[in-house]
């Protein structure tokens, strides 16, 4: 898992990894590790503790981060799909470094 390497790298807010970041050799890197790590990597603020009792009403079976800061929800694959593809558009424009 990323967040299990950023974990041990102590990165926040980063994306992606490079092929060599899941080589480091850690008991929390899960891509050298199978399982789960020893121990938590995080934990959920308040906000989002609040979110998982109190769900918004809604049927979404899909989710997206189109852009730092835009995070899209629907249960249409065709709207998805075009998200997909705007997610891809900023990705490779480097919206995401």
Do not use: C
């Amino acid at each position: 898992m990323d967040s299990t390497v950023h974990y041990v790298k102590q990165v926040r807010g980063s994306v992606f990894l490079s092929t060599q970041s899941t080589l480091l050799k850690s008991p929390f890197n899960t891509y050298r590790k199978y399982g789960l790590p020893p121990g938590p990597i995080g934990n959920p603020g308040l906000d989002a503790i609040k979110a998982a009792i109190n769900p918004a009403d809604g049927d979404w079976l899909f989710f997206i981060t189109v852009a730092p800061g835009d995070t899209r929800f629907t249960s249409n694959i065709t709207e998805f799909n075009q998200w997909k593809a705007l997610y891809t558009k900023n990705r490779k424009a480097g919206a995401f470094n």
